[in-house]
């Protein structure tokens, strides 16, 4: 029988054992303190690629594990020490196919006296377990890293930043021009023209490229490029390689960029979702010397795959964003058109996130008697569907300014209107977010009145204009606000507060308030300084305002309209009462005729004396006392008759025979415009008539 040390070295009668271990297929080895092999199997010798006499040299196990060698020697020793296993990976580079990795037990072989004299070494190959592991790393990677963002540009950057180093030295991405816009791109028999979207290099500076991000890339037919654009197969390249060579023909930039900077593989993949191959990205080494491999083009398709799918859902964001902002553009003012008592200048931001364009509005509109509207307005949600929410709203204002209602009767129309969207339209489903959400809205109008001096506003929910005095000193008007519009069940109040000359009014969304996760309070104190001694310039002060209150791109839509007031002063309104006698028509229009040479605009006496006279002869006909005529000099004569009835006027068509019936009429067609406004007791029938002679005031 054999010893149990003899057990232990493997030694017995019949020497099987000795001999199993020798023929061994599986790389091992047993080693002295002095790091000397004393035993080695046939696998360690073959796999090292040595005999089994040089195997057994004082330092064996570098004839494995060339420079790693040092690492599994140091493990040796370790175990002498402590008298424990150990285990570690071992990546062994120089190999033709690319680096080695093996799996290495070191296992303690003790003596009768339990002492350490030997360490067995065994070495399992795992190079295939550990690229398979790499793989599953980077792919994952790829979920984190790649699509951060819902922009084409740094989508594709994040791809080409992931592979160089990993993958490849040098890595390009190249897209249909249309994915930039947000298009669908078209398969094309051409398919040579692509727009750069990202490179990267692992030397500085990229020196390979020919053309920088944002240019466009010309590959010449049957080029690999090309080819790839077009079949949407991908080609895999190790040099010298007759496709290579024939592109080298035709595009000689390129062939000396490949010769200077020895690049020696190249692979190109395409970049496909949904069946639709939105552009290609090429890969190169020329550091690494290890050339492309099959399952490094396996790999590289499938970071393409899943980056393409990051890319095409950015170019679905871009088109449905360009899609939103083309609407919310085309339902915002372009321009403000209002009278010469205010002046205006607005900023529009829209957000800057994945939640999509939001529902911020904004309005000036001329009214009667020289007053004019402000009007902001914020609808929730974000979208498409708020877009079209924001544009019916703005619509209806601007219906419901015709009939001239004061700011809370406006609001409460406006808000009637909000619930009957909601109730035709049911329930609106958010695709993006899964939920239901009714249509809810803040709004504030405000009206200011340049003969009075005064302003009165009236607010849905929405946050309080404020008022910046001649002096600069800033106000935040206290209001009592009502629901958001859609919400229903409370009334609304109107404000009523005074202007002077020069006053700023400054409205705007809660968005400019709340930007960089502020609160109210802390906001709408950030805009009192940022409005405190504003420039004479009313666009540097709303450009002052924007840098102010966004240090950053704003996540949330944001509106902001100031105007500054003009007052028309006694100079520009004259004021009449007039009795409820017909003779007094003539009166009236002898009144107006010395008025209108008293501001030197006698060529507008003939069309302002025929609506004088048919406006007063109906409130004296049909309406009640007390009867009032007042002229406004504005960019038009305004001509207003109050009386006491609340009788509207109405155009209607007389007969041939008719001795009356036309007076209305002629007022249509003499005026650029006519109308009437309501008050508690009474109307008012006003009409404006052009001064063709040119800026009068």
Same mark, same amino acid.
């Given at each position: 029988?054999?010893?149990?040390?003899?057990?232990?070295?493997?030694?017995?009668?019949?020497?099987?054992?000795?001999?199993?271990?020798?023929?061994?297929?599986?790389?091992?080895?047993?080693?002295?303190?002095?790091?000397?092999?004393?035993?080695?199997?046939?696998?360690?010798?073959?796999?090292?690629?040595?005999?089994?006499?040089?195997?057994?040299?004082?330092?064996?196990?570098?004839?494995?594990?060339?420079?790693?060698?040092?690492?599994?020697?140091?493990?040796?020793?370790?175990?002498?020490?402590?008298?424990?296993?150990?285990?570690?990976?071992?990546?062994?580079?120089?190999?033709?196919?690319?680096?080695?990795?093996?799996?290495?037990?070191?296992?303690?072989?003790?003596?009768?006296?339990?002492?350490?004299?030997?360490?067995?070494?065994?070495?399992?190959?795992?190079?295939?377990?550990?690229?398979?592991?790499?793989?599953?790393?980077?792919?994952?990677?790829?979920?984190?890293?790649?699509?951060?963002?819902?922009?084409?540009?740094?989508?594709?950057?994040?791809?080409?930043?992931?592979?160089?180093?990993?993958?490849?030295?040098?890595?390009?991405?190249?897209?249909?021009?249309?994915?930039?816009?947000?298009?669908?791109?078209?398969?094309?028999?051409?398919?040579?023209?692509?727009?750069?979207?990202?490179?990267?290099?692992?030397?500085?500076?990229?020196?390979?490229?020919?053309?920088?991000?944002?240019?466009?890339?010309?590959?010449?037919?049957?080029?690999?490029?090309?080819?790839?654009?077009?079949?949407?197969?991908?080609?895999?390249?190790?040099?010298?390689?007759?496709?290579?060579?024939?592109?080298?023909?035709?595009?000689?930039?390129?062939?000396?960029?490949?010769?200077?900077?020895?690049?020696?593989?190249?692979?190109?993949?395409?970049?496909?979702?949904?069946?639709?191959?939105?552009?290609?990205?090429?890969?190169?080494?020329?550091?690494?010397?290890?050339?492309?491999?099959?399952?490094?083009?396996?790999?590289?398709?499938?970071?393409?795959?899943?980056?393409?799918?990051?890319?095409?859902?950015?170019?679905?964001?871009?088109?449905?964003?360009?899609?939103?902002?083309?609407?919310?553009?085309?339902?915002?003012?372009?321009?403000?058109?209002?009278?010469?008592?205010?002046?205006?200048?607005?900023?529009?931001?829209?957000?800057?996130?994945?939640?999509?364009?939001?529902?911020?509005?904004?309005?000036?509109?001329?009214?009667?008697?020289?007053?004019?509207?402000?009007?902001?307005?914020?609808?929730?949600?974000?979208?498409?569907?708020?877009?079209?929410?924001?544009?019916?709203?703005?619509?209806?204002?601007?219906?419901?300014? &015709?009939? $001239?209602?004061?700011? *809370?009767? !406006?609001?409460?129309? =406006?808000?009637?209107?909000? #619930?009957? %969207?909601?109730? +035709?339209?049911?329930?609106?489903?958010?695709?993006?977010?899964?939920?239901?959400?009714?249509?809810?809205?803040?709004?504030?109008?405000?009206?200011?009145?340049?003969?009075?001096?005064?302003?009165?506003?009236?607010?849905?929910?929405?946050?309080?204009?404020?008022?910046?005095?001649?002096?600069?000193?800033?106000?935040?008007?206290?209001?009592?606000?009502?629901?958001?519009?859609?919400?229903?069940?409370?009334?609304?109040?109107?404000?009523?507060?005074?202007?002077?000359?020069?006053?700023?009014?400054?409205?705007?969304?809660?968005?400019?308030?709340?930007?960089?996760?502020? &609160?109210? $309070?802390?906001?709408? *104190?950030? !805009?009192?300084?940022? =409005?405190?001694?504003?420039? #004479?310039? %009313?666009?540097? +002060?709303?450009?002052?305002?924007?840098?102010?209150?966004?240090?950053?791109?704003?996540?949330?839509?944001?509106?902001?309209?100031?105007?500054?007031?003009?007052?028309?002063?006694?100079?520009?309104?004259?004021?009449?009462?007039?009795?409820?006698?017909?003779?007094?028509?003539?009166?009236?229009?002898?009144?107006?005729?010395?008025?209108?040479?008293?501001?030197?605009?006698?060529?507008?006496?003939?069309?302002?004396?025929?609506?004088?006279?048919?406006?007063?002869?109906?409130?004296?006909?049909?309406?009640?006392?007390?009867?009032?005529?007042?002229?406004?000099?504005?960019?038009?004569?305004?001509?207003?008759?109050?009386?006491?009835?609340?009788?509207?006027?109405?155009?209607?068509?007389?007969?041939?025979?008719?001795?009356?019936?036309?007076?209305?009429?002629?007022?249509?067609?003499?005026?650029?415009?006519?109308?009437?406004?309501?008050?508690?007791?009474?109307?008012?029938?006003?009409?404006?008539?052009?001064?063709?002679?040119?800026?009068?005031?």
């Amino acid at each position: 029988m054999s010893t149990p040390a003899e057990q232990q070295y493997g030694q017995g009668d019949d020497g099987s054992a000795e001999e199993a271990f020798a023929q061994c297929p599986m790389p091992a080895a047993i080693f002295d303190s002095a790091l000397r092999v004393v035993r080695a199997s046939r696998g360690m010798a073959l796999e090292a690629g040595v005999t089994d006499d040089e195997v057994r040299t004082d330092r064996g196990v570098g004839a494995l594990f060339g420079s790693a060698g040092a690492g599994v020697e140091q493990g040796i020793l370790g175990v002498f020490e402590t008298g424990e296993a150990d285990q570690m990976d071992v990546r062994v580079y120089g190999a033709a196919g690319g680096p080695r990795v093996w799996s290495v037990t070191l296992s303690p072989l003790r003596d009768r006296a339990r002492r350490v004299h030997r360490v067995q070494l065994t070495a399992v190959e795992v190079t295939e377990l550990h690229r398979a592991r790499d793989r599953l790393a980077v792919l994952n990677e790829v979920s984190v890293r790649v699509g951060t963002t819902l922009d084409v540009s740094t989508t594709a950057q994040e791809m080409a930043d992931l592979m160089v180093g990993r993958l490849a030295d040098f890595v390009t991405v190249d897209l249909v021009d249309s994915q930039f816009r947000g298009l669908e791109p078209k398969p094309s028999a051409e398919g040579v023209v692509l727009r750069r979207a990202a490179h990267q290099s692992v030397l500085p500076g990229v020196p390979e490229a020919l053309i920088e991000p944002g240019e466009i890339d010309h590959y010449p037919d049957y080029s690999p490029p090309a080819r790839c654009l077009v079949t949407g197969q991908s080609s895999l390249h190790n040099l010298p390689d007759a496709a290579v060579t024939s592109w080298q023909a035709v595009d000689p930039q390129r062939a000396a960029v490949l010769h200077a900077r020895g690049i020696h593989s190249v692979m190109v993949v395409p970049l496909r979702a949904r069946g639709i191959v939105l552009g290609i990205s090429l890969l190169v080494r020329h550091q690494n010397p290890v050339p492309f491999g099959l399952d490094d083009l396996l790999l590289a398709e499938e970071i393409a795959a899943r980056a393409a799918v990051a890319v095409d859902n950015a170019r679905l964001y871009t088109r449905e964003r360009s899609t939103a902002l083309a609407l919310q553009r085309s339902l915002l003012p372009q321009r403000l058109t209002g009278q010469d008592t205010v002046q205006a200048v607005f900023r529009y931001l829209p957000a800057d996130s994945r939640a999509g364009i939001g529902g911020d509005w904004f309005d000036v509109i001329p009214l009667s008697g020289a007053r004019v509207a402000l009007v902001v307005g914020d609808v929730a949600g974000h979208g498409l569907h708020a877009s079209a929410t924001m544009g019916r709203l703005r619509t209806a204002v601007r219906a419901l300014t &015709d009939v $001239d209602l004061p700011p *809370d009767e !406006l609001l409460t129309h =406006l808000d009637d209107l909000v #619930a009957h %969207l909601a109730a +035709t339209e049911d329930e609106v489903i958010d695709p993006d977010l899964d939920t239901i959400s009714d249509i809810v809205a803040t709004c504030l109008y405000l009206v200011y009145d340049p003969v009075a001096g005064s302003c009165t506003v009236a607010s849905a929910g929405h946050l309080p204009p404020a008022v910046v005095g001649p002096d600069g000193a800033v106000d935040i008007v206290d209001l009592s606000p009502g629901p958001p519009l859609g919400v229903g069940g409370l009334p609304f109040e109107a404000t009523r507060f005074a202007v002077a000359e020069g006053t700023l009014l400054v409205l705007y969304t809660d968005g400019l308030i709340e930007a960089c996760g502020r &609160d109210i $309070d802390t906001g709408l *104190d950030l !805009l009192r300084r940022s =409005l405190e001694r504003p420039p #004479a310039s %009313l666009e540097k +002060t709303c450009a002052a305002v924007v840098d102010t209150m966004l240090p950053a791109p704003p996540t949330d839509d944001v509106a902001l309209l100031i105007a500054r007031t003009r007052i028309l002063g006694p100079s520009h309104v004259a004021t009449w009462d007039v009795p409820s006698d017909p003779a007094m028509v003539a009166q009236a229009r002898a009144w107006s005729a010395r008025q209108l040479a008293e501001w030197g605009l006698q060529e507008a006496t003939f069309a302002l004396e025929l609506v004088v006279s048919e406006l007063v002869t109906n409130a004296i006909r049909h309406g009640a006392p007390p009867i009032r005529l007042r002229l406004i000099r504005d960019t038009a004569i305004i001509c207003e008759v109050s009386d006491g009835s609340n009788t509207s006027p109405h155009l209607r068509q007389a007969t041939t025979f008719d001795e009356g019936g036309r007076g209305l009429l002629l007022v249509a067609q003499v005026a650029q415009r006519w109308g009437a406004r309501h008050h508690a007791v009474g109307k008012t029938i006003w009409a404006e008539i052009a001064l063709h002679g040119g800026d009068f005031l």
